[in-house]
């Protein structure tokens, strides 16, 4: 178990520690977002009587209701667009689409309505929206089943993009986008779907938009979020063995990224390593890259390195240890960096 | 690790079948019977098949005797199946990553500095 350090250096409020996964995680935070707000909606292929194909919302039609927690039809652009027209409304929709892969039929809505409305409206209509999404690869499934889109819908100005990589962190961040009055996409590492962990389920008292450092280290930093969080965790606790201390950066929010918190973490450890599943060209390690290089260019002891997907459609089931960064991928990343 | 029991219905072997007449039983009460494995061979108006077991686990209870006519829908055998509570069944589609201790090749050399 990773030790939480806040990088605030703020003690965190002390709530009751809970052994969870993070689909028991999230579903809490629904159950909490449903109750503390009776304009919260949440709608999807299965949600209601299934209780999600992950069992994410396991439970809470029998107890919201089915006006509240409901099926949709099959058809991705139809949730969207009912959650833009319900936001109009004064709801505050909570829609899951049940794949990353099945988000491409919804993009016309996400990106033309539900990011615009509020600007569009000039403020008349926000769209406190967040979309549920459960992301990346890892589960083998198949094809359209695993996808790493935070680059497409970070690069959508109106959008605020999250993916948290531990049940603690799902639960507070799922609460802190829900409330949130702008549009956020809530990318749910499915990978990371099943591990239970102790769990304090703490309230938001973070900005939107902070980073963590998951564990403290002098020689680089990885920098990751989801699923790609825990691998770099292993990989620095290797290179612990090795005698190189690695920092790991998750930087939860995509959009808006944490800058701040990114260069203090690379202007200490004089190195970076950002690491995710998505392709290599035009990802979002590139903006990672980009913001070290103009925030602490003095710094650097060494280029920035990225790990990442190839570029190559997101693989089926079968071939994704190949296509997902490894521990072996990393390390030499970091390796670059020391030896440059 | 929990066990829990499951029973299966009669499946639509056809397109709109209603029944189907149990032939012969390919397993007994406490038979231990794994997925896929044949459970009962059952003559439709369209054909005779064999009925693979849906489930991986012992035969509690046998819904029909030979002869009989079951009605689509109706009970048709009762497994006891083990349930691990540490082996959490994906979603519909996937499978749970396994946990397992992570390895590596790439040895670091620390920098100077």
Redesign the interface.
Known sequence: MTELIDRTGTETQEAPVVEL?MQQAVNRALRVLLAEDPDVLVFGEDVGTLG????VTDGLQKEFGDRRVFDTPLAESAIMGMAVGLAMNGWRPVPELQ?DGFAYPAIDQIVNQVARMNYRTRGAAPMPITLRLPSFG?????EH??ESLEAIFAHTPGLKVVAPSDPGDAYTLLLQAVRSDDPVVYMEP??RY??RRPVQLREPDEPIGTSRIVRPGR?ATLVAWGAMVHRCV??A???AE???ELEVLDLRWLKPIDAEGLAASVARTRRAVVVHEAPLTAGLGAEVSALVTENCFRDL?APVQRVTGFDVPYPA?PLEPQYLPT??RI??A??RT??F | MAEESVTFTLPDLGEGLVEATVLEWQVGVGDTVGRNDPLVEVETTKSAVVIPSPKAGRIAELHAREEEVVPVGAPLVTFVVTVSDDA?Q????????A?ER??????????A?
């Open positions: 996964s999600g194909v992950f069992r794949f890892g589960i083998q499934a198949p089943h695993g499915k990978a099943w591990e020689h292993q990989a606790e290797l290179a090795d005698g190189v002891a089931g521990i072996d390390l030499l970091v390796q020391l030896e | 959490p994906a979603g519909i589609v996937g499978k749970v990553p946990e992570p390895t590596r090749r790439v040895r670091l050399k620390p920098p500095d």
